[in-house]
């Protein structure tokens, strides 16, 4: 079984900086693709980064130049770097892995529990 725990939320002023993280556990030879997303109140689910096991890196216009995704492969865990944080940024965060290969099969699109993120003006 493969979980993905996030950490790192909480509440900052505007323009201040967060960084969160994920680690999945479990039996876990690797994972594909790596990903941030985030659902504010009333919103749908929105893409805010991805990066591939090589490194390759993808971001939602509303966050380039601001936040910054990185992953450690080791440890099976995936960063966020957030700076100049914005009110519109409030919302809470989801790790997600695309593919991850495990003892027999691979599993698909695995989930994190959210994360709050809120920015106060």
């Known amino acids: 079984q493969v979980q993905l725990v996030e950490s790192g939320g909480g509440l900052v002023q505007a323009g201040g900086s967060l960084r969160l993280s994920c680690a999945a556990s479990?039996?876990?030879?690797?994972?594909?693709?790596m990903g941030w997303y985030r659902q504010a109140p009333g919103k749908q689910r929105e893409l805010v980064a991805t990066i591939t096991s090589s490194g390759s890196t993808n971001y939602g216009d509303s966050v380039k130049g601001r936040f910054t995704i990185s992953r450690d492969n080791a440890k099976n865990t995936v960063y966020l770097q957030m700076n100049s944080l914005k009110p519109e940024d409030t919302a809470v965060y989801y790790c997600?892995?695309?593919?991850?290969?495990?003892?027999?099969?691979?599993?698909?699109?695995?989930w994190g529990q959210g994360t709050q993120v809120t920015v106060s003006s």
């Open positions: 997600n892995a695309d593919r991850v290969l495990v003892p027999g099969r691979w599993r698909f699109d695995t």
């Open positions: 479990g039996i876990i030879f690797s994972i594909n693709i």
